[in-house]
């Protein structure tokens, strides 16, 4: 059986085409770890953040020099008690001293069980040379770089302690690199000779930016629903195209979920000011500044705040005036210049014209329909 492009779940190495998530970090990882230090590792949500966890856990054990486990709080009680009891059988652990203990999802973690939880650290942390305690602690957390650095300080500020998480250990796991998507595409090649376009992976790098999800989900969507792994089949940018449309009209669970939060009132402060251009009026130190980014649907560039990637700023767009498009009846492509004059091109001044007459004349009825409402003329002209 061959193996397939995941979009469920982490990846394990046997069954899936992956990217080694450990190099997706900076080199620090390896150096942090032999120096027994505690850290930090952040991500947004369906970047490879538990198949990191696990590709790591797998490493340490095979090295045999330290011992890795892994611990989610998805599956563990955040009660206080029950934190308090993972601590001491973690210690009881005859290798305690050698062992590197990962803890994902600590974005799960109230208030108040953060507290206990980082106590416990920072007390085992200073401790830790004449009472046994894990020799490294690493956090992963659905949170961006800066929020879960300022979350983390500012309950070790409530202790009244310095962090052993000293500010330089956050790390931040990217997306793919476009070499990264070449090399990920090129294993389903190597296994079963299908050819990937250059063209049609450069697409896919620009319209995902190297999103893991997504780079999975398009290149599943075209060799198992398009193509019905008829292998001797090459894929083109077309095919592509019409896979990026799919999953965007059918709405996945992982863009369900990321679109779910436009209704949220802190999400619409930022991303209302975005769509209409004045991302400069935003306050990048903000608690729902960083909430947005934690969720991944959106960057920061030197040009600005902006979608994190062209398929997230269309279904963005498109969740945002989708009772309009079904409302608006279906016209000829009047602004489509002649093919003649210019193939395939918009006459940008005729349709702004007509818009602006459209909109003087409709405009208090449109508008009401919108959440967004200072957005409603971008998004009804969009």
């Known amino acids: 059986m061959h193996k397939y492009f995941n979009v469920a779940g982490p990846c394990r190495e046997d069954e899936h085409y992956m990217i080694d998530a450990t190099e997706r970090l900076h080199y620090e990882l390896e150096n942090l770890i032999e120096k027994n230090q505690y850290f930090a590792v952040s991500a947004s949500s369906n970047s490879g953040k538990t198949t990191f966890a696990t590709t790591l856990v797998n490493k340490i ?42 803890f994902d999802d ?82 389903h090649t190597m296994a079963t000779g299908q050819v990937f376009e250059k063209s049609a992976v450069e697409l896919v790098f620009e319209q ?60 619409k402060k930022i991303v209302e000011p975005m769509i209409l251009g004045e991302s400069g009026n935003i306050e990048r130190m903000s608690d729902d500044f960083n909430y947005v980014l934690d969720l991944g649907l959106i960057k920061v560039e030197k040009n600005g705040i902006m979608p994190a990637n062209p398929i997230y700023a269309e279904v963005i767009i498109r969740t945002l005036s989708y009772d309009s498009q079904e409302d608006l009846a279906e016209s000829k492509p009047l602004y489509q210049m002649p093919r003649y004059f210019q193939n395939d091109r918009i006459d940008m001044e005729l349709l702004l014209t007509d818009f602006q007459q459209f909109w003087r004349e409709n405009s208090a009825v449109w508008e009401e329909r919108y959440q967004y409402k200072e957005a409603a003329p971008h998004l009804i002209l969009q």
């Open 61 to 102: 054990n095979n090295q045999g020099d330290l011992e890795a486990v892994y611990y989610s709080f998805k599956d563990i009680s955040t009660e206080e008690k029950a934190i308090e009891d993972l601590f001491d059988s973690i210690q009881n652990d005859n290798n305690v001293e050698k062992m590197v203990v990962i």
């Open 106 to 187: 600590i974005n799960c973690l109230n208030d108040n069980a953060l507290l206990l939880f980082l106590r416990i650290i920072r007390n085992g942390y200073i401790q830790r040379s004449f009472a046994p305690f894990p020799s490294s602690i690493i956090l992963i957390g659905n949170q961006s770089n800066i929020s879960l650095k300022f979350r983390i300080r500012s309950y070790l500020l409530r202790l009244d302690s310095t962090s052993p998480f000293d500010l330089i250990h956050q790390l931040e796991l990217r997306n793919f690199t476009k070499e990264e998507v070449y090399l990920l595409y090129n294993q």
């Open 208 to 267: 995902t930016q190297g999103q893991p999800w997504l780079v999975n989900a398009i290149a599943r969507e075209v060799v198992e629903k398009q193509l019905k792994k008829d292998f001797s089949i090459t894929i083109t940018p077309q095919m592509i195209e019409t896979a990026i449309n799919t999953i965007i009209l059918r709405r996945d669970v992982h863009i369900d979920q990321l679109l779910d939060k436009l209704k949220d009132e802190r999400v």
